[in-house]
């Protein structure tokens, strides 16, 4: 498994040729350094998979479900920015992916689609597999609101056009999931192509927000008392992580994390605050709520990461004062009113903003400098204790926060960890230290099942020079399961882990918070506790497999699965039950509760009074 190559590599041939379809995609895709072409075979893509046998440079991939392909190639650009192409047939291959491209979608990752579709010439006429009742071959419409652009090209000789626009709308800006539907005989005939080149389509540079907002947010940073930064998924998308700790240092700012800004800056950094959000820390909300000036870097202020606006938990905006950094106009102001407002992208903003900033602030301030940095240390150290009873536990099945201090002492500081929906991705998020960009990736704000397995070999195969841990629950790994055989057939050095409590215990862990009583969050056979034997499923699909059995051994487990340089799936029973299942709840997230449930409703109803839109 080898790094990709960097986007804008050249074609093999210059001038004109005659080029069917289908090789012609593949021509674009190596013009453009797509290393890997993901998906399933069927009639409506086998031009494709058949011209990517010519293509020097592009392995095609076959994960065991479409849904996969998607997270997988997921995965592959959050762990180094890059996209690759996921193909499927028409009809219930493409249906099949929906739930990875809304997941790429909501977190603006970016991806090409490449989907099959009914010949041109039979549109309309009820063509296997054709969605046709309204409109003729109507599958791109389902895929519409997940995806940044879908094209739809009618003719051969519009590929051209239609793959440079896709590769920028995915690539450039907001980034995200694109989607190019190619009928079936557009992918078959031929015709003279000039050679492909992406990047005379593609925007150049990076977008910069108008100066004198720069200079009017830097004159307010500096006269800040309490300064905070927000490092939302933007600063990770445009790379911009050293430029946000240089603001923060210039400043004396401490700096915590959305759920997609984890790893913004290392958390082992004097200035780092902690997460924000229900599911986050507590220093890092007390910081934000107390803060008097916050500058937001490329932060959507989700429900989540803002624990559902209630005032005074995560911010108090105002009388906090909002600047925000955002390549998209549209997410200035959405949720809070801001002072200011900084239009451009992450990485080009915060240069900007330093080099205003180094007027009012030659130099950068030395942690000590601003008596809000006592504080942080407070709240910092009072997060770690209150995080230490659980992490302590030395009982077996054991809880999560243990297992997860045990994981974080075997990897290597560089590992990357995936996760999806569940426990493990809230206690990953808020108590599993990573260092740096890149090296937390989480199915954030769409928060996917069956996300970890198929994500975590994508962020391998893009970086085959870190160690990437999986952890998922039982639930999460168990909807994408098939896809260790993929790990098998690629020896994947992925280092599996499922945290297993038997259950879908977040939600059990809520039902009893709410209503004293739970329905359908239990596996169980017989009445009795149920789990299928994760170490025999391991052993099935011919990888190791291993049940710890105790911290000890757990730790050591990982630290020999990851010195394997080799894929393993390794299951750790954890607690099922209150209070050992529980995560540290910080925050305040709007569930709302029926009023037949008259005191959970009465609490709930104390809590939505106070929450607070702009």
């Given at each position: 498994?080898?790094?990709?190559?960097?986007?804008?590599?050249?074609?093999?041939?210059?001038?004109?040729?005659?080029r069917?379809?289908?090789?012609?995609?593949?021509?674009?895709?190596?013009?453009?350094?797509?290393?890997?072409l993901?998906?399933?075979?069927?009639?409506?893509?086998?031009?494709?998979?058949?011209?990517?046998?010519?293509?020097?440079?592009?392995?095609?991939?076959?994960?065991?479900?479409?849904?996969?392909?998607?997270?997988?190639?997921?995965?592959?650009?959050?762990?180094?920015?890059?996209?690759?192409?996921?193909?499927?047939?028409?009809?219930?291959?493409?249906?099949?992916?929906?739930?990875?491209i809304?997941?790429?979608?909501?977190?603006?990752?970016?991806?090409l689609?490449?989907?099959?579709?009914?010949?041109?010439?039979?549109?309309?006429?009820?063509?296997?597999?054709?969605?046709?009742?309204r409109?003729?071959?109507?599958?791109?419409?389902?895929?519409?609101?997940?995806?940044t652009?879908?094209?739809?090209?009618?003719r051969?000789?519009?590929?051209?056009?239609?793959?440079?626009?896709?590769?920028?709308a995915?690539t450039?800006?907001?980034?995200?999931?694109?989607?190019?539907?190619?009928?079936?005989?557009?992918?078959?005939?031929?015709?003279?192509?000039?050679?492909?080149?992406?990047?005379?389509?593609?925007?150049?540079?990076?977008?910069r927000?108008?100066?004198?907002?720069v200079?009017?947010?830097?004159?307010?940073?500096?006269?800040?008392?309490?300064?905070?930064?927000?490092?939302?998924?933007?600063?990770?998308l445009?790379?911009?992580?050293?430029?946000?700790?240089?603001?923060?240092?210039?400043?004396?700012?401490?700096?915590?994390?959305?759920?997609?800004?984890?790893?913004?800056?290392?958390?082992?950094?004097p200035?780092?605050?902690?997460?924000?959000?229900?599911?986050?820390?507590a220093?890092g909300?007390?910081?934000?709520?107390?803060?008097?000036?916050?500058l937001?870097v490329?932060?959507?202020?989700?429900?989540?990461?803002?624990?559902?606006?209630?005032?005074?938990?995560?911010?108090?905006?105002?009388?906090?004062?909002?600047?925000?950094?955002?390549?998209?106009?549209?997410?200035?102001?959405?949720?809070?009113?801001?002072?200011?407002?900084?239009?451009?992208?992450?990485?080009?903003?915060?240069?900007?903003?330093?080099?205003?900033?180094?007027?009012?602030?030659p130099?950068?301030?030395?942690?000590?400098?601003?008596?809000?940095h006592?504080?942080?240390?407070?709240?910092?150290?009072?997060?770690l204790?209150l995080?230490?009873?659980?992490?302590s536990?030395?009982?077996?099945?054991?809880?999560?926060?243990?297992?997860?201090?045990?994981?974080?002492?075997?990897?290597?500081?560089?590992?990357?960890?995936?996760t999806?929906?569940?426990?493990p991705?809230?206690?990953?998020?808020?108590?599993?230290?990573?260092?740096?960009?890149?090296?937390?990736?989480?199915?954030?704000?769409?928060?996917?099942?069956?996300f970890?397995?198929p994500?975590?070999?994508?962020?391998?195969?893009?970086?085959?020079d870190?160690?990437?841990?999986?952890i998922?629950?039982?639930?999460?790994?168990?909807?994408?399961?098939?896809?260790?055989?993929?790990?098998?057939?690629?020896?994947?050095?992925?280092?599996?882990?499922?945290?297993?409590?038997?259950?879908?215990?977040?939600?059990?862990?809520?039902q009893?918070?709410?209503?004293?009583?739970?329905?359908?969050?239990?596996?169980?056979?017989?009445?009795?506790?149920?789990?299928?034997?994760?170490?025999?499923?391991?052993?099935?699909?011919g990888?190791?497999?291993?049940?710890?059995?105790?911290?000890?051994?757990?730790?050591?487990?990982?630290?020999?699965?990851i010195?394997?340089?080799?894929?393993?799936?390794i299951?750790?029973?954890?607690?099922?039950?209150?209070?050992?299942?529980?995560?540290?709840?910080?925050?305040?997230?709007?569930?709302?509760?029926?009023?037949h449930?008259?005191?959970?409703?009465?609490?709930?109803?104390?809590?939505?009074?106070?929450?607070?839109?702009?």
């Amino acid at each position: 498994m080898a790094v990709a190559s960097e986007v804008g590599a050249s074609t093999a041939w210059s001038g004109r040729r005659r080029r069917a379809g289908a090789q012609y995609v593949m021509d674009f895709l190596q013009a453009a350094g797509v290393p890997l072409l993901v998906g399933i075979p069927g009639h409506g893509n086998v031009n494709l998979f058949d011209a990517a046998l010519d293509a020097p440079g592009i392995r095609s991939l076959f994960p065991m479900h479409e849904q996969s392909a998607a997270h997988l190639a997921d995965g592959y650009a959050r762990a180094v920015g890059r996209p690759l192409a996921v193909t499927t047939s028409i009809g219930p291959g493409a249906m099949n992916t929906v739930v990875g491209i809304a997941t790429a979608f909501v977190d603006s990752v970016p991806m090409l689609v490449l989907t099959g579709s009914t010949h041109t010439y039979l549109r309309g006429h009820s063509v296997l597999q054709e969605f046709e009742r309204r409109r003729f071959t109507e599958n791109p419409r389902v895929m519409e609101p997940i995806t940044t652009r879908t094209f739809q090209p009618s003719r051969i000789d519009e590929l051209p056009f239609v793959l440079a626009r896709a590769w920028s709308a995915a690539t450039t800006g907001r980034q995200g999931p694109v989607l190019v539907d190619l009928a079936m005989d557009i992918q078959a005939e031929d015709a003279e192509f000039e050679a492909p080149a992406p990047g005379a389509h593609r925007a150049a540079g990076r977008p910069r927000p108008d100066a004198e907002e720069v200079r009017r947010a830097a004159a307010m940073l500096a006269r800040a008392v309490r300064p905070v930064l927000v490092a939302g998924g933007g600063v990770i998308l445009a790379d911009a992580a050293a430029a946000l700790v240089a603001v923060a240092e210039r400043l004396g700012a401490p700096v915590a994390t959305t759920w997609m800004g984890k790893g913004a800056i290392p958390e082992d950094h004097p200035l780092f605050a902690g997460q924000l959000g229900d599911q986050g820390s507590a220093s890092g909300n007390a910081m934000t709520r107390d803060a008097d000036v916050i500058l937001a870097v490329g932060c959507r202020f989700t429900d989540w990461a803002s624990c559902s606006f209630r005032q005074g938990v995560t911010y108090a905006i105002p009388p906090t004062t909002l600047i925000q950094i955002d390549i998209d106009p549209q997410e200035v102001g959405k949720n809070y009113p801001a002072v200011g407002a900084l239009v451009g992208d992450a990485r080009a903003a915060l240069a900007d903003l330093d080099a205003a900033l180094a007027e009012h602030l030659p130099r950068a301030r030395a942690v000590g400098d601003l008596a809000w940095h006592g504080r942080l240390r407070q709240e910092r150290a009072g997060w770690l204790r209150l995080l230490e009873e659980p992490a302590s536990y030395d009982g077996w099945p054991t809880t999560i926060s243990r297992a997860l201090r045990e994981i974080r002492a075997a990897a290597p500081r560089e590992s990357l960890v995936v996760t999806g929906a569940g426990l493990p991705q809230g206690q990953v998020y808020a108590e599993f230290p990573v260092y740096a960009a890149r090296s937390h990736i989480t199915s954030g704000g769409f928060s996917t099942m069956g996300f970890t397995l198929p994500a975590a070999v994508g962020a391998r195969l893009a970086r085959p020079d870190r160690p990437v841990l999986a952890i998922a629950g039982d639930g999460d790994f168990l909807q994408t399961v098939q896809e260790l055989a993929l790990v098998a057939q690629e020896d994947a050095a992925v280092t599996v882990i499922i945290l297993n409590n038997r259950g879908w215990r977040s939600i059990r862990n809520f039902q009893i918070g709410a209503y004293g009583r739970v329905n359908g969050t239990e596996f169980t056979r017989k009445g009795e506790p149920y789990s299928p034997d994760f170490v025999a499923i391991a052993h099935a699909f011919g990888l190791p497999g291993h049940r710890a059995s105790s911290p000890d051994d757990l730790r050591r487990s990982v630290a020999d699965a990851i010195r394997s340089q080799g894929p393993a799936v390794i299951e750790v029973p954890t607690a099922g039950e209150p209070p050992l299942s529980l995560a540290r709840k910080v925050g305040w997230w709007d569930l709302p509760v029926g009023r037949h449930h008259e005191a959970a409703r009465a609490r709930y109803e104390e809590g939505r009074r106070e929450e607070r839109l702009g």
